[in-house]
Nanobody, 124 residues
Framework: QVQLVESGGGLVQAGGSLRLSCAASGFTFSTYNMGWFRQAPGKEREFVAA????????RHADSVKGRFTISRDNAKNTVYLQMNSLKPEDTAVYYC?????????????????WGQGTQVTVSS
């Protein structure tokens, strides 16, 4: 069955870094665009970053541009989110997701498969 398993979350001080990983199985990873979303308590799920099937094109939300970087390794069926210069407002549960559509999507409703999420907490 399809599985997306996130890891790498935790507690970090403001200005610190974390690297999230998402290991995929049960589908042909290289044929799906991959995305990261986040959701803070009481807020809607928010687009963070996405990457095309081949890894040749990426998109990042304005709020994380210059601080976060999405990447993927199709040989390892894994997508990553490198998060630098973390801020308290980055605190949320982070989810990875897979999308079979042709273009990068920023709307969470476009995504077909979801992981269970990993908590990121940034203290001030």
């Amino acid at each position: 069955q399809v599985q997306l398993v996130e890891s790498g979350g935790g507690l970090v001080q403001a200005g610190g870094s974390l690297r999230l990983s998402c290991a995929a199985s049960g589908f042909t990873f290289s044929t799906y665009n991959m995305g990261w979303f986040r959701q803070a308590p009481g807020k809607e799920r928010e687009f963070v970053a996405a990457i095309m099937k081949s890894g040749g094109s990426t998109r990042h939300a304005d709020s994380v541009k210059g601080r976060f970087t999405i990447s993927r390794d199709n040989a390892k069926n894994t997508v990553y989110l490198q998060m630098n210069s973390l801020k308290p407002e980055d605190t949320a549960v982070y989810y990875c997701a897979a999308d079979r559509n042709a273009l990068i999507a920023t709307n969470f409703r476009s995504y077909d498969y979801w992981g269970q999420g990993t908590q990121v907490t940034v203290s001030s």
